[in-house]
């Protein structure tokens, strides 16, 4: 259900085609909500359905046409429902921890290689949003500049402060996952020995 308010949250800021809205969610929202493009016309489709949004087909070049979907006030109204409501939390399902907690029946090299490719995708993932969050506070995030080109001026410090508390966020997870992976290679070197000395042996 994330991923349509995740939509809406675009739409709000104006009507987009479903190639635009793909292009818009992968470079902002889809940051914090990950979606396959196979899954957002789909969940247009359903949304139309509902009402939540009204499809217009426009034209395009000579023959062709695009379909632009535009937010309803019943969509408005579901995603101002959303934002109010507790959220609905799920019970973790964490591959990474579950495999963990069984690397004993792993080789040593295997578990260190595990740890390894996880540290690095951590990593990876905290240099891309370190880098969101300097262009949030540069304004500079095309989407956000979208988002402020419609609110009242008085409120665009406080829309920039949110947009970067939910980044925040997502370095704070990445910096908890790279240390929980060094902690797990500590480990490691608890149980086999060191690395190096492993290697030499």
């Known amino acids: 259900m994330s991923l349509r308010y995740a939509l809406i949250s675009l739409l ?13 969610f992968q470079v902002s929202v889809g940051h914090l909500w990950h979606a396959p493009d196979s899954q957002i016309y789909p969940e247009l489709r359903k949304m139309e359905g509902e009402g939540l949004v009204v499809g217009e087909d426009q034209a395009r070049g000579e023959r062709g046409t ?12 579901a995603y101002t429902r959303w934002m109010q409501d ?13 495999k963990a907690a069984y690397l004993e029946a792993a080789t040593s090299d295997a578990a260190r290689a595990f740890l390894a490719d996880h540290i690095r995708h951590w990593r990876g993932e905290l240099e891309q949003w370190e880098a969101e969050l300097v262009r949030i506070d540069a304004r500079e995030n095309p989407m956000l500049q979208r988002r402020l080109a419609v609110t009242d001026p008085r409120d665009h410090d406080r829309t920039v ?33 060191p690395e190096d000395a492993h290697s030499a042996s």
């Not at 709000?12 to 818009?24: A, E, F, I």
């Not at 695009?66 to 109204?77: D, K, M, S």
């Not at 939910?166 to 070197?189: C, F, P, T």
């Open 66 to 77: 695009r379909r632009v979907y535009h937010l309803t006030e019943e969509g408005e109204a």
């Open 86 to 98: 507790p959220l609905p939390y799920a019970r973790v399902r964490e591959p990474a921890n579950l």
């Open 161 to 193: 402060a949110f947009k970067r508390f939910g980044y925040e966020g997502l370095v704070a997870r990445a910096r908890a996952e790279i240390a929980w992976g060094e902690q797990g290679q500590a480990l490691l070197d608890s149980l086999y020995g």
């Open 12 to 24: 709000r800021v104006g009507p987009l085609s479903g190639y635009d809205l793909q292009k818009q």
